[in-house]
């Protein structure tokens, strides 16, 4: 919540505004008027959040208190999410393993961006490059001489992390902020040699980014998919970074996957669809809020390009676009921030750098970066391995393309994102419930015959074979209903359902919802395809069967 002032007919006067979710897009909505005193109305605004807040904490479905990221890292390895690599010989720090439902949400929150990012899309390919590539490459994208940080240690506590070279002189500890100790240049790509025959072998790197293929392979690209600007050229893939101090679960990992966007342009080519962040408001904390040491403001994107805030109409957009994505999946928007760059962060070649920032339960950190790379690359490239990289404008003058936007995403911390978000604490159930997205759940149903009988179990088989023609299906026979209900809610599994005594007759079964607890009858001759409407929220779940009255009491989502 923040507070707005708005001037009627000349004079000032204050309001408690609110950030609400309407449809996929994100609008700020008053909620109590505070009078024309500007300090008056901060108090009242603090006693209103504060009621607000206990109303909050009273709902029996909200969460109870925020979880910690060791908290989430306990869950994850007990629900067979994420593991740490190898752990039986003690783990690798910065090294992780996905389970059987890890690995089923990873797929899941993978396929939604390529979805949504290249086949929803004209302007969009996708790429897969190698791991290991010509050593050339990272020399030519300065990775090999400028990819470094320096390792520091504090004087006090101990402390032990990354500076960047030119922050050294005025960084201190992040926990006692004392000075730091220099222990000196380090480059974070791992090593490895290609070749068995020592004396031949040569010495090549596991890849940091996966951005550089797509300027390595960029004429081929842009040939074979005969694409023009305004384009982009997408890749999802595995990256490593021997990290100084892997940590915080897997926020910062040495083995992780990126989900990265290059999108070009001619220079100065202004964005066709900037008309689409006039719907998005999302907090601001550009470089003056930084400087002066004030808080970040809700604003509009299409307002803060305007204002010159943003400043190119391009960055405007992808941050809207890739915020979207996470509203549109689930996660929720008042724990989303945009930061810009402050000078000194920022790359000498860029015009404007912003990140995506996300509230972890350890602070505002980074989630996703949005840099503009001009030509740097593709000039890097040009020259270093004498190919070509221009295309013709339509007057047929020779231009190299502009990355007018890198949007560069780590499918670990989105996941972390979706995680954090979903997970609740429901007093009446006294369970977690995982409230994913059904497009993100790993079971999109689990099917549960109500007694472990030859009768039941036939036809709950018979189901469960022809969902799992369409969807990952949890087949669940064990334990009583409540059981069954709960271990799913746990995990996220949006619709478990029952065949019963009842169903043997009309072949009907109950549909429970995760969020509601509500229950519906549907044809077993219709599930596939009412899965189908619910999974992508095409129906409301109640419109979706007949209902079923029930003696527990429904929670409302
Ligand atoms: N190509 C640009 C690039 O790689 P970056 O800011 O170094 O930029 C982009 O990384 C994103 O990759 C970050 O915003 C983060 O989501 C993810 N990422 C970077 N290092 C990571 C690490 N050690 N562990 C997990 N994710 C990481």
Request: charged share 30%; net charge positive.
């Amino acid at each position: 919540m923040f507070i707005a002032k708005k001037k009627i007919a000349g004079k000032e006067y204050y309001y408690l505004q609110q950030s609400i979710r309407a449809g996929d897009k994100i609008k700020s909505k008053s909620v109590a008027y505070l009078g024309k005193n500007k300090q008056e109305a901060e108090k009242k605004a603090k006693t209103i959040q504060k009621q607000m807040e206990k109303k909050f904490t009273d709902d029996t479905t909200l969460k109870t208190k925020p979880l910690s990221i060791e908290e989430l890292a306990n869950f994850c390895k007990r629900k067979g999410f994420v593991y740490p690599s190898g752990e039986i010989y003690g783990g690798l720090g910065g090294f992780w393993d996905f389970g059987p439902l890890g690995v089923e949400l990873k797929n899941n929150l993978k396929r939604q961006w390529w979805s949504y990012h290249i086949h929803q899309r004209d302007d969009m390919v996708g790429i897969d490059g190698a791991i290991i590539t010509n050593p050339q490459v990272w020399e030519a994208s300065g990775h090999v001489s400028s990819f470094v940080d320096v390792a520091v240690v504090c004087k006090k506590c101990g402390y032990k992390t990354k500076v960047d070279k030119h922050e050294l002189e005025s960084a201190r500890c992040d926990k006692c902020k004392s000075e730091y100790e220099n222990k000196g240049e380090f480059n974070p790509m791992f090593t490895t040699q290609v070749g068995p025959i020592k004396e031949e072998a040569i010495k090549a790197y596991l890849r940091p980014e996966t951005a550089q293929l797509i300027f390595a392979d960029f004429k081929l690209i842009q040939d074979n998919a005969r694409l023009q600007v305004p384009f982009g050229i997408a890749q999802i893939g595995k990256s490593f970074r021997n990290e100084l101090s892997p940590r915080e679960f897997i926020f910062r990992c040495r083995e992780f996957e990126q989900m990265e966007i290059e999108y070009f342009i001619s220079p100065n080519l202004p964005c066709p669809y900037i008309e689409e962040t006039k719907t998005v408001d999302i907090l601001i904390y550009d470089q003056e809020m930084q400087k002066n040491k004030k808080e970040p403001q809700m604003m509009n994107l299409y307002q803060t390009f305007k204002k010159g805030i943003i400043k190119t109409d391009w960055h405007a957009y992808w941050i809207a676009q890739e915020f979207d994505w996470f509203i549109k999946l689930g996660a929720n928007p008042l724990n989303f921030r945009a930061r810009q760059h402050t000078a000194q962060e920022k790359s000498h070649y860029a015009v404007d750098t912003w990140d995506l920032e996300y509230k972890f339960p350890m602070g505002w950190r980074e989630l996703q970066g949005f840099a503009n790379r001009g030509n740097f690359d593709l000039t890097q490239h040009q020259n270093h391995a004498k190919t070509n990289m221009e295309l013709l404008d339509t007057n047929n003058k020779k231009f190299i393309p502009h990355v007018v936007c890198e949007p560069s995403l780590g499918v670990e911390r989105a996941l972390l994102v979706f995680l954090f978000d979903s997970y609740y604490h429901d007093q009446k159930r006294d369970n977690t419930v995982l409230k994913l997205h059904p497009k993100l759940a790993p079971y999109k149903a689990a099917v549960f015959p109500i007694i472990k009988q030859p009768q039941y179990t036939a036809l709950a088989e018979q189901i469960v074979k022809e969902l799992r023609e369409e969807y990952v299906i949890n087949y669940d026979k064990s334990g009583s209903i409540g059981r069954r209900y709960a271990r799913n809610d746990e995990i996220g599994t949006p619709y478990c359902i029952t065949v019963d005594e009842q169903s043997l007759k009309d072949k009907e079964v109950t549909i429970r919802d995760r969020d509601t607890t509500t229950q519906i009858r549907v044809a077993q001759a219709k599930l596939k395809e009412t899965l189908r409407k619910l999974i992508n929220q095409e129906i409301k779940f109640t419109d979706a069967g007949k209902k079923v009255v029930t003696r527990v009491k429904e929670i409302q989502p």
